[in-house]
């Protein structure tokens, strides 16, 4: 009988769909490695090579990363091009292993805000309105620019800015604007927005802690303040 592809196997046991489904810690060794070079042989498919080449580096990925393209070429199914992305992918994996995890900073005072922040909105001529994502234990997650306009104004989408705090899965949010004439205080305008962002988010048990207004001399925090509710 004619060995079934991989593209007639039932989905569920396809690795790209297995992964999609299921997450990339589902799949076996060898269906990962059988995603790299999405094709076997006439005589097996892209899984069964994979599992014979990890059985000749006893299931051993340590092993099977000192290979190179050319022992990866011996191999009925296996050419250059496939080759080529699996010793770069296994060269990734090692890269990542050396690499220390970026640490990210904990915002959770206003100094905190402006010493990471401050210097992105220093001599801007407009208004740049900024939402800071931050997880549980207040660790920066993303920050995203939300809105620019002109010296005394910008323009404020609550939508987007619990839009991007639903993707990054965010507890709660730092919302950060300059002033570039200068004046440290709260406008009646950011008062009026920052109330209505606080009422949105609420909704959506996300927590509005801080809102920032920085000028080229320094910063004024509306918790600080006592403004935030």
Known sequence: MNKLIIREWAEADRPREKLMEHGRRALTDAELLAILIGSGSREETAVE???????????????????????????????????????????????RKDEKPMEKPILNTSSRVYKYFGARLKDLPYEEFWAIYLSRSCKLLES??????????????????????????????VLVHNHPSGTLAASEADQDITRKIWEAARVMDIRIIDHVIFTDEGYYSMRDEGYMM
Do not use: M
């Open 144 to 173: 995203k620019l939300i809105g620019r306009g002109g010296n005394d104004s910008t323009p404020v989408d609550v939508r987007i800015i619990l839009r991007y705090a639903l993707q990054n899965n965010a507890s709660s949010i």
């Open 49 to 95: 090579l994979c599992k014979r080449i990890l059985k000749d580096q006893n299931n051993d990925l340590h092993n099977l990363s000192q290979l190179d393209v050319s022992d990866f070429c011996r191999y009925k199914g296996i050419g250059e091009a496939k080759a080529i992305s699996i010793v770069a992918a296994l060269e990734l994996g090692r890269r």
